[in-house]
């Protein structure tokens, strides 16, 4: 799942952006409110974090603007502002749930899951593409009825691949939305996950699930039934 946070302060972006990559989850931020408002724009993104107080546009804007979408992810607006009439503004204008600065990262996250759980429309949860299963919700893989354990990076990989079945996504396209970074030029960090998700997926009995596409990258291919 891809998130987005919207947050100037450089110390707590980080901070989310660290925590949250190793819960798993594909993370972008943006550092001032045009940014921001432009990314939130980009139908990819899950869920948004989203604070208010921010330089050259306001959160408030950003949720109008989101909140004239039809469809639109999740917002769990950050404020330093302990108030119940901020909170009603902010839930008025179309946040999902309010978290007042300073917070725990667990009762973040605790909130994210939660949101993730809602049920949206023209959303797909689960992927399904022949026998494979990917519940994107709970981070839950099944092929054939039988459970695949995945650690959180295979689970981010398969799930992007899902997202594209029959398409080639090039190393640089998994690698980018995986691990948020540009990826060196002779590393070979997606085939070695990518070796042993085919080893999960052979092991519940799906093979030549993902084919090498040489020269080019990774295209799911599953096993019809």
């Known amino acids: 799942m891809r998130l987005l946070i919207v947050e100037d302060d ?7 952006v660290r925590g949250l990559s190793e819960e798993g989850f594909a993370v972008d931020t943006a550092a001032d ?5 432009w990314k939130a724009s980009d139908p990819v993104y899950d869920l948004i974090i989203l604070d208010v107080m921010l330089p050259r546009k306001d959160g408030w804007e950003i949720l109008r603007t989101l909140q004239a979408r039809a469809e639109r992810p999740p917002v769990l607006v950050l404020t330093a502002k302990d108030d119940v009439a901020d909170r009603v503004r902010g839930l008025d204008a179309g946040a999902d749930d309010y978290l007042v600065k300073p917070f725990s990262f667990d009762e973040l996250l605790a909130r994210l899951r939660a949101l993730l759980r809602r049920p949206r429309q023209n959303v797909d949860w689960v992927l399904r593409i022949g026998p494979l299963h990917i ?12 459970k695949v354990e995945l650690s959180a990076r295979e689970f981010l ?7 594209n079945p029959g398409h080639v996504v090039t190393r640089t396209r998994v690698y980018e939305h995986v691990w948020n970074e540009q ?9 070695v996950h ?3 998700i ?3 997926l052979a092991a519940a009995g799906g093979t030549k699930v993902i084919a090498t596409v040489r020269g080019a990258g990774y ?3 599953p096993e019809p039934r």
């Open 157 to 163: 990989i398969l799930e992007y691949l899902a997202q």
């Open 10 to 16: 450089a110390r707590i972006r980080s901070f989310l």
């Open 219 to 221: 295209r799911l291919e």
């Open 135 to 146: 519940d994107r919700a709970t981070r839950r893989v099944r092929w054939d009825g039988r």
């Open 33 to 37: 409110g045009e940014d921001g408002a």
């Open 183 to 191: 990826m060196e030029p002779m590393s070979n960090t997606i085939d």
């Open 194 to 196: 990518v070796k042993e």
């Open 198 to 200: 085919r080893r999960k």
